[in-house]
T-cell receptor
Framework: GAVVSQHPSWVICKSGTSVKIECRSL??????MFWYRQFPKQSLMLMAT?????????EQGVEKDKFLINHASLTLSTLTVTSAHPEDSSFYIC??????????????FGQGTRLTVV | AQKVTQAQTEISVVEKEDVTLDCVYE???????LFWYKQPPSGELVFLIR??????QNEISGRYSWNFQKSTSSFNFTITASQVVDSAVYFC???????????FGKGTKLSVKP
C-alpha cells in the first residue's frame, strides 16, 4: 500500500515559536493531502486540504494565517503552526485518499505529530 | 449532512469476552465507503477494514468481524475473545467528505482487562 511519512513524531516548543510538520508521500504522487487535528480524547477533525500548486482550503474555524500549509511538490506537504500557543497542543496527522477516489483498499495516514506547546 | 455516530464512548471488558462496537452513519450518497481504524496510545492509525456501499457481506478476519447493514445504516465491529492488546480507541469513518476526506466518529475507547 501507499506510504505516507510524517515527521517529527513529536515536538515540544515554546509559546510564540513556529513549528513545521512534514508529510511525504513515498511511493506515489499526491495532488491532495488532508490535515487532521485531534485534541486529547477527541476525534480527528479535518483542518485543511492541501492542494499541490494552489492554495489550501481550510475548514470553518481554522485560522489560515496561523496554520500555514505548503504543498509545493507532489510528494511533500507541510503544515506550519505559527506563533504556537498552548491551546494548539494537539495531535496532527496527514492523510491521502487519492483526492476524490480511493486508490487501493484504504486511505493512508502519516504516523502523526504530537505537538506540545509550553 | 454526512455524519458518523459512535454512541459508546468507553467500553471495559475482561479478557476473552466478546465485544461489539457500534457505528451508525448518515449519508445521502449512494456510493460510499466505511472504515474502521484502531488507534493505540502511540497515536498512529491502524487500518482494519474498508467496506463499500455495494458490498453488504459481513466480513471476518481472525477474531474481528464486521456487520454492515444498509437498512439501519450501521457498520458494527465485533471482537471475539478479546485480548489485552485490543485495548485502544477505535474509530469508524465514512469516506464522503466534500473534498474526499474521511469523516470520523468520536471513537470508542476499549479497555480489555486481564
Amino acid at each position: 500500500g501507499a506510504v505516507v511519512s510524517q515527521h517529527p513524531s513529536w515536538v515540544i516548543c515554546k509559546s510564540g515559536t513556529s513549528v513545521k510538520i512534514e508529510c511525504r508521500s513515498l511511493d506515489f504522487q499526491a495532488t491532495t493531502m488532508f490535515w487532521y487535528r485531534q485534541f486529547p480524547k477527541q476525534s480527528l477533525m479535518l483542518m485543511a486540504t492541501s492542494n499541490e500548486g494552489s492554495k489550501a482550503t481550510y475548514e470553518q474555524g481554522v485560522e489560515k494565517d496561523k496554520f500555514l500549509i505548503n504543498h509545493a511538490s507532489l510528494t511533500l506537504s507541510t503544515l506550519t503552526v505559527t506563533s504556537a500557543h498552548p491551546e494548539d497542543s494537539s495531535f496532527y496527522i496527514c492523510s491521502w485518499t487519492g483526492g476524490r477516489e480511493i486508490r487501493g483498499t484504504e486511505a493512508f495516514f502519516g504516523q502523526g505529530t504530537r505537538l506540545t506547546v509550553v | 449532512a454526512q455524519k458518523v455516530t459512535q454512541a459508546q464512548t468507553e467500553i471495559s471488558v475482561v479478557e476473552k469476552e466478546d465485544v461489539t462496537l457500534d457505528c451508525v452513519y448518515e449519508t445521502r450518497d449512494t456510493t460510499y465507503y466505511l472504515f474502521w481504524y484502531k488507534q493505540p496510545p502511540s497515536g498512529e492509525l491502524v487500518f482494519l477494514i474498508r467496506r463499500n456501499s455495494f458490498d453488504e457481506q459481513n466480513e471476518i478476519s481472525g477474531r474481528y468481524s464486521w456487520n454492515f447493514q444498509k437498512s439501519t445504516s450501521s457498520f458494527n465491529f465485533t471482537i471475539t475473545a478479546s485480548q489485552v492488546v485490543d485495548s485502544a480507541v477505535y474509530f469508524c469513518a465514512l469516506y464522503g467528505g466534500s473534498q474526499g476526506n474521511l469523516i470520523f466518529g468520536k471513537g470508542t475507547k476499549l479497555s480489555v482487562k486481564p
